[in-house]
């Protein structure tokens, strides 16, 4: 086989490849999408307690956490600002609307170690889990840069109720 022809066929699977992949995510895209963020401010009346700048890793479904979702606004990593308030807390990502997670929405919040593709020291990670209905829990994947995913999750961690933690 010549140099051109070797050059053929790597870039025709090259394309493939890239083919397949779109295609993949447009089907999981219509798969989440009768999911929605909860996108909007918390209430007038809540008392910011605590911010934490970091990495907004993926949003998965509940105990699955290399299973992304693809959710409008959640479907790709991004640099994050986590507002933990008396009423709940606000993920805000550049570029995406508020995304406001109300205390009722609230399941849990701990640490992890592993999300779809980002595999981190023990605990490095803090998983909030919240219902995204009335019937779906997910998970949503956090790392803080100036704290430890163990303060943020123990920051959360008041915030839920009794009647919100039955996942």
């Known amino acids: 086989m010549t140099r051109e022809g070797a050059l053929l066929v790597m870039a025709a699977v090259a394309v493939i490849a890239l083919a397949l992949l779109a295609w993949a995510w447009v089907r999981r895209t219509r798969r989440d999408a009768r999911y929605t963020a909860p996108v909007g401010e918390l209430p007038d009346d809540a008392v910011e307690t605590a911010v934490f700048p970091g990495l907004y890793v993926a949003t998965t479904r509940h105990d699955e956490p290399l299973e992304r979702l693809a959710i409008k606004g959640l479907g790709f990593r991004s640099r994050v600002d986590v507002t933990v308030t008396t009423a709940g807390v606000a993920l805000d990502l550049p570029g995406q609307p508020r995304i406001a997670l109300t205390r009722d929405r609230l399941v849990d919040a701990a640490q992890a170690t592993v999300a779809i593709d980002r595999v981190v020291e023990a605990g490095g990670l803090t998983r909030v889990s919240w ?35 039955d996942a």
Do not use: F, M, W
């Open 131 to 165: 219902r995204i209905d009335d019937e779906t829990v997910v998970d949503t994947y956090l790392r803080p840069q100036d704290a430890s995913a163990k303060a943020l999750a123990d920051a959360i961690r008041p915030l839920i109720t009794t009647t919100g933690s």
